[in-house]
């Protein structure tokens, strides 16, 4: 299947091919170009349609659908950013027409699209047998071919051992726990009382300074660290553009930032590997690094990869949660004065003489949980996951050919109300329970089955934190109307403003 990469690659090689050309050759390569743009148009049409002749000829049920243009298929309507908290046009109108299951060209393949809540759930939870990832190669180009997200069978069994290890480590929760708390602190500590702060950023702030202290030891504010966030900034703003290695595009950018971010960790590495051999082992670092050296025989290539992967992983979802959370309780100051447990929870810090987080206060934010839920579920921050068919695969009578492209798309069941009443509200009591929170199988902000998010809990511990800080200390609303916006990934164009005010009588030194 010839893939959006290879369009690009296409583009990047002519490109080359063209301003190295001396002036006089430059028409004709300009025409050779044009000629092999042409050939791969009606090469890459004739495969978008051989789905739908393949399943006439085989009497196959494919859904309905239309694969738009040629080459582009529908990519472009697709792409079309629209609030987070909507499906789009493009899913609404492909809906009304053909049905919540519907056939289309994405991304340079024919795609089975799911805005079906059972097919989502069998996509994700279905044995790894049924589907792979269908990640484009780019992806890997610039996450690695190791990365996560590309491994299958055993080797992504392993690979997710290690992180489950990392992020769900009952040693680990303490320090984590620790530093989350510090670390808000440290981001908040530069907040001026009545000024302007975009949360976005400083949500970033918090979430890389966790994912660099506790996968690389390294502490937030020294020089290494901040060179390291800038060019994992660029780093994460590549994966999901356009994989166009032109100079200066954002993913030639990325793949410049994921050399540099190697070089760092290989030199940790290098370092560690050396000091291993002069020191005591209680002075060994206590982070995913350490712990991959120590308990995998990975090679440099697959560490790197992991430890991007996983940056990638925690950094960039838990940050967009931070910030949506703010952006929906600014306009939701209900949910704000409910958050009363933030403030049992100082009090009984002050009797007990302790200031730092404990696991057992941590257990009181039911109802920050409650809205955590809710946040995930309106912003959708995951807008869809991409899969492969391995096998030939039927589901509510319809074919999914082996090696079709499937898309879970999540929002589409996050916003249905027949599963979430009023789903455009931004409504943290729905998952309040006699019980506790409430559970539904409809809610997939973390993926589901052999690739469940194995940062879940961590993400969520982030963010609970986050909001003690803020709720604790500061009063805040938007300064100036920003909106959470879907696609390429999901973005606060304007930074998200937000006017932050100290409480006259802070709860806890910053
Ligand atoms: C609110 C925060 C988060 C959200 C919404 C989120 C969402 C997701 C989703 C939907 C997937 C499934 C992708 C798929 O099925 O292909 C996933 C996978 C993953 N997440 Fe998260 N995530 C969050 C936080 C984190 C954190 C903090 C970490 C870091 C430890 C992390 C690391 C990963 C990794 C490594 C995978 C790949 C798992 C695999 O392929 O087995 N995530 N995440």
Known sequence: MIELMTISSMLCFTYKMITMSPLEDQKEMFLIVLLVLLCSTILITISAFSWRSHGQQKAFRLPQGDMGWPVLGETLPFLKPHPSTSIGDFMQQRISKHGKIFMSNLLGKPTVVSADAELNRFILQADSRLFEPGWSRSIGEVLGKHSILLQVGDAHKKMRSINLNFANNGKLKTPFLRDAYRIAAFVMSSWKNDSVVLGKYEAR??????????????????????????????FAKGVVSLPLNLPGTAYSKALKARS????????????????????????????????????????????????LGTFFGGYNT????????????GGCPKAVEQFEEHDRIVQGKRR?????????????????????????????????????????IKFKGYDIPQGCNVMAVLPAVHLDP???????????????SDHGIRRTNNFMAFGGGARLCPGAVLG??????????????????????????????????????????LLSNPQVSM
């Not at 050396?274 to 690094?289: F, H, M, Q, T």
């Not at 027949?418 to 309040?432: A, D, I, L, T, Y």
Request: proline share 5%; glycine share 4%; net charge negative.
């Open 260 to 307: 540099y971010i190697l070089e760092v960790v290989w030199q940790c590495m290098e370092e560690r590997l050396c000091r291993k051999k002069d020191v005591e082992e209680e002075d060994a670092k206590d982070d995913l690094l350490q712990w991959t050296l120590e308990n995998s025989n990975y090679s440099e290539e697959q560490i790197g990869d992991l430890i």
């Open 460 to 501: 969520r511990m982030e963010m609970a934190v986050f909001l003690h800080h803020l709720v604790i200390n500061f009063n805040w609303e938007l300064a100036e109307p920003d909106l959470p916006m879907a696609f390429p990934s999901l973005d606060f164009p304007k930074g998200l403003p937000i006017k932050v005010r």
């Open 318 to 329: 838990t940050s967009k949660a931070i910030a949506l959370a703010i952006y929906f309780l």
């Open 352 to 392: 007990g003489g302790n200031s730092e987080l404990s696991c057992d206060d941590y257990k009181q934010m039911e109802f920050t949980q409650c809205v955590i839920n809710e946040t995930l579920r309106l912003g959708n921050i995951v807008p869809y996951i991409q899969r492969k068919a391995s096998t030939h």
């Open 205 to 234: 702030k918090l979430c890389f300074h966790m994912m660099a202290k506790n996968i690389l030891s390294l502490e937030p504010g020294t020089p290494v660290t901040e060179k390291l966030r800038k060019e994992y900034e660029a």
């Open 418 to 432: 027949s599963f979430f009443e009023s789903p455009e509200q931004f409504n943290p009591w729905r998952w309040q």
